[in-house]
């Protein structure tokens, strides 16, 4: 949401030639999306069962759940990141960059998520680590 909605508010006061504003859009995006990341890991890591109880998993599902979390957390300011750098990377005029950024992270993810789950026996937290990393 910060990524994309400051980029087009960003694209405007770069087609009026203001680029000052679209630098401190952007950067008021990155600041903004770490600090509510941040916020959001601070919250998981306190109470990750009570948020995965409230989400609806099962007891049996708990433990499986959990050490995704575990994983998954750290990654979560890379994630922010990736997300809102994308959106940069669109306005600077890479389109076909950005979105090569996009599909080479996934092709990874997808190869290691099988590999780390399945030949490793790794399970959930085989799926985390890559899921963190890309």
């Known amino acids: 949401m910060q990524g994309i909605g400051r980029s087009v508010v ?17 950067t008021q995006a990155s600041v903004l999306g ?6 959001l890991v601070t919250v998981l890591s306190v109470s990750g069962e009570g948020t995965a ?22 990654g979560m300011f890379f994630l922010v990141f ?21 599909i080479v992270p996934a092709v990874i993810n997808f190869v290691l998520d099988y590999i780390l789950v399945f030949p490793c026996g790794m399970g959930v937290k085989g799926a985390a680590i890559p899921a963190s990393e890309a």
């Open 10 to 26: 960003s694209g405007i006061a770069m087609a009026q030639g203001d680029s000052d504003k679209a630098c401190v859009n952007m």
């Open 34 to 39: 770490a600090v509510l990341i941040g916020m």
């Open 82 to 102: 990736e997300c809102i750098g994308m959106m940069v990377i669109r306005l600077d005029g890479s389109p076909k960059f950005a979105v090569m950024c996009n």
């Open 53 to 74: 109880r409230l989400l609806g998993c099962s007891v049996t599902r708990m433990p499986g759940a959990l050490d995704y979390l575990a994983w998954l957390l750290p």
